[in-house]
């Protein structure tokens, strides 16, 4: 009953394997490449803006003409692609500037259409950043309680999703957690002759802490209460998470993504090993970045190698897509 592969030391050294580079170069398995990678870009109105992020070193919200140098290293660098929010000059109760064909981020997307025709934009399709009272959707008084109107919210993303397609947005990805959300986005689109554009949902987005330092950057945080009835808790069954990217797969999500990443490699895993065909992003998010970036800046730690091993650590969970604050270093890293 002699097993190679159960045979012990001596016989068996994985030393073996790890001695050299060139060896352990050979039987690497999990890589990283910049064509994988997204990178989120915050848009205002104004020009020459590059207003620096404060808790999100190396970030700005940045005004529309500066997307085509934006584009041009993004391009370069060989990055997979971009992720737009807005920031609207005034908000009000529906976030009606996210709808408007005249809106930030549909500004944003003719310019950069214009500039760099071939480089992948993604819209992030929410209403935190452009409603009054920061949350995802419409709020309604409904029987003395008071919540977002999952219905109502439909009718409206689905004219996000139009809008931002129609101005000429490549890719979709809804981020409000709504029931039905993929389906009314999927017909509407279909309507209107947009049926080649793929829809990236936030498929199992959790309501998470890390989101902090993305609140100051899109100026989203909401005004009252909290999102916790409409994104996942944390403490939820990991298969709920499952239900979620099932259904968003029945209603015609394309892609899928797990948000945050590295809190949640187990339920990224859960997702590859059910559903192995299906492109399956991360969000590596705000506060992942910012908490490497905080304690690199007083030499606690490596920034480089840290960041680098935690977007590995979300490939080799399963991810097939990254979006990441560090695309662009990442990407001159791997250089
Ligand atoms: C919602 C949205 C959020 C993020 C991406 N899309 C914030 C939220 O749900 O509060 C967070 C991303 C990050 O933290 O980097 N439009």
Redesign the pocket.
């Known amino acids: 009953m002699e097993n190679p592969s159960h045979s012990q030391f001596p016989a068996t050294r994985l030393r073996r394997l790890r001695q050299n580079p060139a060896v352990r170069r050979l039987v690497q398995e999990v890589t990283l490449a910049p064509s994988n990678m997204v990178l989120?870009l915050f848009i205002r109105s104004g020009k020459g803006l590059r207003q620096p992020i404060r808790s999100m070193p190396g970030h700005s919200q940045i005004s529309p003409d500066q997307l085509p140098a934006e584009l041009e290293e993004v391009q370069k660098l060989g990055l997979g692609g971009v992720i737009l929010?807005g920031i609207p000059d005034s908000k009000d109760a529906t976030g009606s500037d996210s709808t408007s064909d005249g809106g930030i981020v549909q500004q944003a997307l003719a310019v950069a259409k214009r500039a760099a025709p071939d480089v992948l934009v993604m819209t992030?399709v929410?209403f935190?950043?452009y409603t009054s009272h920061g949350h995802?959707g419409v709020v309604n008084d409904k029987s003395g309680r008071v919540d977002v109107d999952n219905d109502a919210t439909l009718e409206l993303i689905a004219a996000q999703a139009l809008s931002h397609a129609r101005a000429g947005a490549d890719i979709v990805a809804p981020?409000?957690m709504m029931d039905g959300m993929i389906g009314a986005l999927r017909r509407r689109l279909d309507q209107h002759t947009f049926e080649h554009v793929p829809i990236m949902s936030?498929a199992a987005?959790y309501a998470s802490g890390?989101?902090g330092?993305?609140?100051d950057a899109?100026e989203?945080a909401p005004q009252f209460g909290d999102?916790r009835s409409y994104?996942m808790d944390p403490a939820a069954s990991p298969g709920q998470a499952l239900r979620e990217v099932e259904l968003d797969l029945a209603e015609g999500a394309d892609m899928v993504m797990v948000?945050p990443a590295l809190a949640y490699l187990d339920i990224l895993r859960d997702v590859r090993v059910r559903f192995p065909g299906v492109p399956l992003a991360a969000?590596n998010?705000?506060?992942e970045f910012s908490m490497v970036k905080a304690a690199a800046e007083r030499g606690w730690i490596d920034e480089r190698a840290v960041a680098l091993e935690s977007l590995l650590a979300i490939r080799r969970a399963g991810a097939s897509i990254l979006l990441t604050?560090w695309a662009k270093q990442a990407a001159a890293w791997l250089r």
């Open positions: 989120p929010f992030d929410c935190c950043e995802c981020s409000g936030y987005k890390f989101y330092p993305f609140r899109a989203s999102r994104q948000k969000y998010v705000s506060g604050y």
